[in-house]
């Protein structure tokens, strides 16, 4: 199902900063009628809310807390189109001492987070025939070793995704697999990263993903290099239909 975020009311999770501000941007600009911001910390949406008044809402939420997506999902019923943007990163090589630990702390956000969104704004969406975004990486198809650990998490979510695709699609949901290289975000800076693109390029291409009824988005260009590699088994396999 083809759509176009003009006139539609979005919510994106860590809208704050880095991609998720770059995708509420991209939205407004492109005829978006609302969006929510729903972020952990409410005074961060502070520039946002003087740039677009009543154009956009924030919502305190928090990916870790089960109670707070619930409510979150009870206060945006009108929502079109939710992006699952928030996400964490622990440096970690298998190797490493805290490797468990910063496991456990991104399959919290990356994983649970996102059947926390999914689950609890499914019916909302069925309801108003939208999308669900989710913020995956190029991360969730190849295991890098000192991020070995996010890695896993979003090589996770992407198959959560994948599933998510196969049953909300049923209910007449869109659901969108976003796998970024590098972006210009703290998150990259901190892993190390020195070449990267515009976050602006992961939130256009999104808007183009929902016109085109994409499932799959490799939006920069370390992302392009995976999506050439990765057509075919993605094609042949992963939106392959086994059920016949």
């Known amino acids: 199902m083809s759509i176009e975020i003009k006139n539609k009311v979005a919510l994106v999770t860590g809208a704050n900063r880095g991609i998720g501000k770059a995708i509420v941007k991209s939205f407004l600009n492109h005829g978006a009628k609302k969006v929510y911001l729903a972020v952990r910390n409410p005074e961060s949406t502070a520039e946002l809310e003087k740039q677009y008044g009543d154009q956009v809402v924030t919502l305190e939420a928090d990916l870790a807390d089960a109670a707070s997506i619930k409510r979150l999902a009870e206060q945006a019923q009108d929502v079109d189109v939710v992006v699952n943007n928030a996400g964490v990163l622990a440096v970690s090589s298998p190797l490493d001492e805290k490797a468990e630990a910063s496991l456990a702390y991104e399959f919290d956000i990356n994983v649970y987070g996102l059947l926390r969104v999914a689950q609890s704004f499914a019916g909302i969406l069925e309801g108003n025939q939208g999308a669900l975004v989710q913020l995956n990486s190029v991360a969730s198809i190849k295991n890098f070793a000192d991020l070995s650990t996010y890695s896993a998490s979003k090589a996770a ?88």
Not at 194 to 199: G, I, L, V, Y
Not at 201 to 211: K, P, R
Request: proline content about 5%.
């Open 157 to 244: 979510s992407y198959s959560l995704t994948q599933g998510l695709r196969e049953k909300l699609g049923k209910k007449g949901v869109a659901v969108v697999s976003v796998h970024p290289g590098p972006i210009d975000t703290e998150m990259a800076a901190g892993a190390g990263f020195e070449q990267t693109d515009a976050p602006s390029s992961v939130s256009e291409a999104i808007v183009t993903a929902l016109e085109a009824e994409e499932f799959h988005v490799f939006p920069d260009v370390m992302a392009k290099q995976f999506e050439s590699a990765y057509q075919s088994f993605a094609e042949n396999i992963v939106l392959a239909d086994f059920s016949e």
